[in-house]
């Protein structure tokens, strides 16, 4: 997968261009966590510097987030119980807090 997203432009919308290739679309769960995990990390680091993460448990829940995303790149069959309900716990915090990740 390529993905290009070019700078803002003046009517304050971005190019888009998106580059599949078969194999990413056969574990599509572990391909858009590898994009999502360094943006979620990235995201801390230049947030981190901007807002309080303590508000409403911030920093906490990004950091489940994060493990989440890291455990399901991991993808190995020895992941147990405990870690499953850490991916989904994750996720789910994730799912809702989507439209909250800017600052």
């Known amino acids: 997968m390529k993905v290009t997203i070019s700078d803002f432009k003046k009517n ?3 190019d888009v261009s998106i580059e ?18 360094p943006s979620l990390k990235e995201y801390k680091r ?6 309080d993460m303590r508000y409403n448990n911030f920093g906490k829940n990004l950091n489940i987030m994060i493990k989440a995303f890291e455990l399901i790149i ?3 069959c020895r992941i147990i119980q405990k870690e499953n309900k ?18």
């Open 74 to 76: 991991e993808d190995n």
């Open 12 to 14: 304050d919308k971005q």
């Open 86 to 103: 850490l991916i989904e716990k994750g996720l789910k915090i994730f799912a809702s807090k989507f439209r909250n990740l800017w600052w």
């Open 46 to 51: 230049q947030a981190g510097r901007r807002i």
């Open 20 to 37: 599949f290739d078969e194999f990413d679309t056969y574990n599509l769960d572990k391909t858009l966590a590898l994009i999502i995990l």
